[in-house]
């Protein structure tokens, strides 16, 4: 047995990958899932399971029930979606567009050489602190952070010669669980915000949320969480995988004059790109600049739609001079294989994707997370905390709820219209409740297999480690889930004790 297979085979997180990994292979367990929603959602329907709602738009009370996929409708909902449940899967378009561009890059060898220099100037104690703050500050590209930053955090620590998986749970802690952190704010704080606004509405309550009610604690966590990140890496994760010795070895040739003077190119190139997009996105009438709701130029639909196509271009444009310089791409068919080559290594995630879409669907069909969120909330509503008890309890909560529904607008349009309201009676500003939220719903990402993402995460992890299952990841990423949920909700309790502003004319309490 190897020193690796010794260390991550002790204690609890020990037993927890092992019986892990004993589970069957994930599609398998997607169709198991989706085939037991089948059967629990009949079962739902017959015990007359619903949970009361409260609609955001009209304020009227009502009622969720549970939909049934036994029935006529649901048998012929089961059969008639399934390819738009496939091609509708919110992470297959951004997967399959940002990875073309990746694959030119990575294929050329431009993402290997240019680590290797990068590298060759980076500290070894500033390696890790520098993957999980870009995995961060990459959420404002909203799900591109998946797809970029998560492998090549593996590839700079096996570059390094450190354990590429610790690599990637650095990485995909800095994307997913600290979602809600970042330098500015993005589409998500207008999503969040408009949801609070309209669940504030409702309950007649004349006070509105800005874009910006977050921004000065989520500037703040960037730091807080990517201190937090590299030292759970580094004491914990990292340790406990071990000495890497699987098969993926980096080259550690140094770079020759040609490779030099191709990344000279393709930095110019780069460069060139990045003037031509500050040209499309700066100026006031700019050509991606668009009116919103409000009648304000910005670039909200740019951030939220066409961000995944100018980070193509950003991999595959200096890829291909890089290519060019040299002598990898000498006609356009080269330029197609390097394309190739990376859609061929994503067949795994494409079978896995068909059938974890099903899932994902069926369980939104059926109303089953809503009912599951709603009656949650509202017990917890009934048990009567105030000030920061409840506060810690609605973390603690929604950080449970989100192993069940992931989707972070989806869940706070459930929760809003009572928790909101209910929070802003007892003094708490809306600000602060919709952080509390955005810190559970962040924090517990990495370890819930319904996580969208999971499944393409552990495709990248099989990459360097062919027996990486649904148990590593989990038993790998849970040090991460619990830092970060002890130290930012810390962060949150300092900034309610000392009533701090969450952001511009944002209070902690009112």
Sequence with gaps: MSDSEKNTNKGLLGMVERVGNKLPHPVVIFIIFAVGIIFISEISVRLG???????????????????????KEGIAYIFNSAVSNFTGFAPLGTVLVAMLGVGVAEWTGLISSALKKLLSNVPTWLLTAMVVFAGIISNIASDAGYVVVVPLGAIMFAAAGRHPIAGLAAAFAGVSAGFSANLIFGPTDALLAG?????????????????????????VSTFVLTGVGAFVTDKFVEPR???YDGDYKPTQEPLSSQENKGLIYALITLLAFLAVMAFLMVPQNAALRALDANGDMTLSAFLSSGLLFMIFLLFALPGLAYGITIGKIKS????????????????????LAFFAAQFINYFAYTNLGSIIASNGANLLENIGFVGLPLILAFILFTAFINLFMGSASAKWAIMAPIFAPMMFNLNIAPEMTLMAYRIADSSTNVISPLMSYFAMILVFAQRYDKKSGLGTIISTMIYYTIAFLIAWSMLLVIWYIFGLPLGPGAPATL
Excluded: C, Q, R
């Design 49 to 71: 399971l619903n949970a009361p709602m409260i609609n955001a738009e009209t304020g009227e009370p009502g009622v969720v029930e549970t939909i049934s996929l036994m029935n």
């Design 241 to 243: 995988l071990g000495v």
């Design 195 to 219: 949801i609070t606004n309209d669940a504030l509405t409702s309950a007649n309550i004349d006070y509105s949320v800005e874009t910006t009610g977050n921004w000065y604690f989520i500037f």
């Design 332 to 351: 356009s068919h080269d330029f197609v294989k390097g394309m190739s080559e990376s859609m061929s290594s994503m067949g795994g995630y494409l079978v």
